[in-house]
């Protein structure tokens, strides 16, 4: 089993910036990783994923722009750099492992709080 764990939230006014961190157990194989976020009321919604060997990227329309997701292999780490914070932005944000693409995103993390104040 991988335990996946965020940290990096906090609250912040608009039009700041923060940096997420994702840090694994252990060393293991994996296609890619990727940020969800989840706001009270709705579904769990994708914000940006990362291949883990290129670091080739994507991210949804209402981030692109302002976040940037990289990876440290050696660290084991996944990154979400979020500029430019909007009070929509705010949501439980969490990191996930896709080991293998077709598979699904096999392991979470608990989620870390973003709250950006207007």
């Known amino acids: 089993q991988v335990q996946l764990v965020e940290s990096g939230g906090g609250l912040v006014q608009a039009g700041d910036s923060l940096r997420l961190s994702c840090t694994a157990s252990r060393s293991f194989n994996r296609y890619g990783m990727g940020w969800f976020r989840r706001t009270p009321g709705k579904e769990r919604a994708f914000v940006a994923a990362?291949?883990?060997?290129?670091?080739?990227?994507n991210y949804a329309d209402s981030v692109k722009g302002r976040f940037t997701i990289s990876r440290d292999v050696a660290k084991n780490t996944l990154y979400l750099q979020m500029n430019s914070l909007k009070p929509e932005d705010t949501a439980i944000y969490y990191c996930?492992?896709?080991?293998?693409?077709?598979?699904?995103?096999?392991?979470w993390g608990q989620g870390t709080q973003v709250t950006v104040s207007s």
């Open positions: 990362i291949t883990w060997s290129t670091s080739s990227a």
């Open positions: 996930a492992a896709l080991v293998q693409i077709g598979s699904g995103y096999m392991y």
